[in-house]
């Protein structure tokens, strides 16, 4: 935190001093190089900017403006010197392109520099050497605008420091575009890789193409029905949600972007995740099928473009021709992900094209049309991207590879002395949930959070220096199968992409988690003037549970993403207020209690409660014996994992869920002694989108013999679309009743609309 000094005299502000120490310097990414000297240097309306050419002028505009707006005031352009109170550019022309060099003292502010891209970074940085309060929207007052006195050497670790927005699976519209440029600005990265074309909506528009967005962008509106849930569409039906970008907008996107030094990278995919572009022209497919836009998940791709026809090829030349003249990039990224090519097998163009080429199966097909590609895309002076599956079948020869599946893609590329751009979806998928999927919007299954983020490392251990330098960096890929609003996308992004950023730009030997940690709540606070909608589910506590069914207790640890988190609890549904338990160690539970537990903070919780109701029951490490076994891939603790007290959470790879596919689940607890009961619960979960729908019956009997069973009650709950995941305990209530046997029936839906096998996932059944 910064120490400033202020003594409020009468009405006027009168001193001013600050001392700052490195602790106060909090700028993310991590200069590779900063020392702090005494002193500060003090911003007011007197201060001089001193830009010699338009360009610099443009660069400082978006510092004034933060003056300008926070304080009412801003420094001015001067064409001459002053004595001091200014800010300074010079060109060094041997620096790197990206490198700047920072010097604040009392007297003035030098950025030194090769290019603009060099003063751009040195301008961020003395924005996040500024207080946070500089971002406001609105004046703010008392606030004293000093910089401390630094040298800073600073230049990126790579290249190649990206994000991927995905417009297809949701449209997302210029405007915010161009809000997530600034963002990456803020932590200077220098890529915005935009994925417009899908399955799912096609959203550039291709003047000589028109129906690719009359027809292409637009599909049969399902957003009530989970993603891998939604039907397939009529092709006559007319879609109505969806949207594009026009040429002029891009190139409005692409301006802004490069004044801000971050190149823009069009995606246009191909063979494959193109459902959009052959609902509009439906005789770029092998078999000339007339298909719908989808209106959500499609498994396996196999309506893909044709190989074999040469009006694919002329499509495709054309539609890049529009590309190039709107994305001024190096690299075109022609996708290549995903495509299932049964099609080409048996469709007499693709099969004569491989005859023809001499090709020995569908891979070296595609690596056929990706290298036929990237001949006419270097034909026109510019380089190919793709992701990693045009490795398969043969690699275009300058092709970068875009590794997603893991790490191996881009080890095998750089091995063949192709350059390399990291997105493993370990640890680059900000699609991927980023905390306790009971706390998060829905996402995609697995856990990357911030973390896991910062501790990648684009290159692998296992590289040569020769491969190593192929790295060019890496990349965060924000798929928007749930991301319906830019708050959701907000969400995902920030601040996983802080960490992102850091792994990109500063030193390896620098990063440091604990002291990331120290830095980034200036980072969130600036978020907080900026309206960004950041995920803090870093700073809420989760819980790891243990049963010990013998002692009949479970033992619970907790935790969140701070290293010595201030994390304190209390049991028995109790107040979290400064009586609350400091936690230290797990946490022993012998009986029903609910827990609480919060990130303190001067001994007051901030953000939200994680609760969890722990229920002991008369089942509890009771013998179970089922009708049909549970499915080998969810099996719980085993064979006592439905009454192991530990519930489950809405991520069904827990450990806490037994599944039946398109069985339904029979079940027998046998109690060992008589004894009186008057309530079964079923824990369930429903996530239509991975084929999990809850039971359209349960039934519950009791018996004393095992031998004859009396029902004692019954839930009938037939299909309902639901949008979300969802945990539901189904509740069988009734009289009093001595019994020692009890069994439970639940019925498999068997089939969803769509056709698809269906799941029954069971956590616990509880008897009292
Ligand atoms: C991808 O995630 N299919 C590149
Ligand atoms: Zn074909």
Sequence with gaps: MRIIKTNL????????????????????????????????????????????????????????????????????????????????????????????????????????????????????????????????????ANVNWTIPNVSIKDEPRFQWRGLMLDLSRHFFDKNYVIQTIDRLAMLKMNVLHLHLVDDQGWRIEIKKYPKLTEIGAWRVNQENVIWNARLTVDPNEKGTYGGFLTQEELKEIVKYAAAKNIQVIPEIEMPAHVSSAIAAYPELACFNQKIGVPSGGVWPITDIYCAGKENTFEFLQDVIDEVIAIFPSKYIHIGGDEATKTNWETCPHCQKRMQQEGLKNVHELQSYFVKRMEKYINSKGKKVIGWDEILEGGLAPDATVMSWRGTEGGIEASKQGHDVIMTPESHCYFNIYQGSQNEEPLAFGGFIPMTKVYHFDPVVDEMTPEQAKHILGAQANLWAEYIESTQESEYMIFPRLGAMAEVLWSPKEARNWNDFTTRLPSLLARFDYLGINYSKSAYLVSAASKANLDKKQ????????????????????????????????????QGTTILKASLFKEDKPVGKV??????????????????NP???????????????????????????????????????????????????????????????????????????????????????????????????????????????????????????????????????????
């Design 9 to 140: 005299l009468a009405l006027f502000i009168l001193v001013s001093s600050a001392v700052f120490a490195q602790k106060d310097i909090t700028i993310i990414p991590k200069p590779a190089n900063i020392q702090v000297k005494e002193g500060v240097f003090q911003f007011s309306k007197d201060t001089k900017i001193i830009a010699s050419n338009a360009a610099q002028k443009e660069i400082a505009t978006a510092l004034m403006s933060k003056f300008k707006a926070a304080t009412g005031w801003q420094p001015e352009f001067s064409n001459k010197k002053p004595k001091s109170n200014y800010i300074e550019f010079k060109i060094d022309k041997n620096l790197n392109r990206e490198a700047y060099q920072l010097e604040v003292t009392s007297k003035s502010i030098v950025i030194t520099a090769k290019e603009n891209a060099g003063l751009i970074y040195g301008l961020e940085t003395i924005r996040q050497l500024l207080p946070t309060a500089i971002e406001s929207k609105n004046q703010v």
């Design 630 to 768: 549970y499915h080998e891939n969810y099996k719980a603790d085993g064979p006592l994992g439905l009454v192991n007290i530990i519930r489950g959470s809405k991520n069904f790879h827990d450990g806490q869920w037994q599944a039946w596919l398109v069985d339904d689940m029979e079940v027998v607890i046998d109690l060992e002694k008589n004894q009186s009961i008057h309530q079964v619960t079923l824990g369930a979960l429903e996530n239509q989108g991975s084929g999990i729908y809850f039971p359209t019956e349960i039934k519950a009997f009791v018996s004393t013999d095992g031998k004859t069973y009396k029902e004692v009650g019954k839930i009938i709950r037939p299909f309902a679309i639901n949008s979300n995941s969802e945990l539901k305990d189904f509740k069988i209530s009734f009289e009093k009743t001595n019994a020692r046997f009890v069994k439970v029936i639940a019925t498999n839906l068997k089939k969803s609309p769509k056709g698809e096998s269906s799941f029954l996932f069971f956590d616990e059944i509880l008897v009292d």
């Design 610 to 627: 994680f609760t969890d109701s722990i229920q002991f029951h008369k089942a509890v490490g009771n013998k179970l014996t089922f009708k």
């Design 554 to 589: 479970i033992k619970i640890a907790l935790k969140n993403e701070f290293p010595n988190a201030d994390i304190r609890y209390v049991l028995d549904n109790k107040n979290l207020d400064n009586q609350a338990i400091k936690y230290t160690d797990s946490i022993t539970i």
